[in-house]
């Protein structure tokens, strides 16, 4: 079993930037690749961005590129997502969530099924 809490939401200005970590507990974090989907209410999930067990391979949605950035630190099982240049659409639920592989999130965002998830953090940006 793997836990996974967010943090770091909130209510920021379009054009602000947020931070979000996503700490892993439970089984070793570092055999996941970890990322984030996000949903608004009522609308289909969407893949924004995961990184593989090591951290060498990174995937992004083109709807975040050259404005988020994941990272991680396997020495405190903690993933993060630093997201810049906000807009309003990038207003949603931010779910952590863990897999096998990176496709493997990118498959949880369509409707497939991760094998473990957050809770979700609410991100508002206003315009």
């Known amino acids: 079993q793997v836990q996974l809490v967010e943090f770091g939401g909130g209510l920021v200005q379009a054009g602000g930037s947020l931070r979000l970590s996503c700490t892993a507990s439970?089984?070793?974090?570092?055999?996941?690749?970890l990322g984030w989907i996000r949903q608004v209410l009522g609308k289909e999930r969407e893949f924004v961005t995961a990184i593989s067990g090591n951290g060498w391979v990174k995937r992004y949605a083109d709807s975040v590129k050259g404005r988020f950035a994941v990272s991680r630190d396997n020495t405190k099982n903690i993933m993060f997502l630093q997201m810049n240049s906000l807009k309003p659409e990038d207003t949603a639920v931010y779910y952590c969530?863990?897999?096998?592989?990176?496709?493997?999130?990118?498959?949880?965002?369509?409707?497939?099924?991760?094998?473990?998830w957050g809770q979700g953090t609410q991100v508002t940006v206003s315009s």
């Open positions: 439970g089984r070793t974090s570092s055999g996941y690749a």
């Open positions: 969530a863990a897999g096998l592989s990176i496709d493997a999130i990118v498959n949880a965002a369509s409707g497939g099924v991760a094998d473990y």
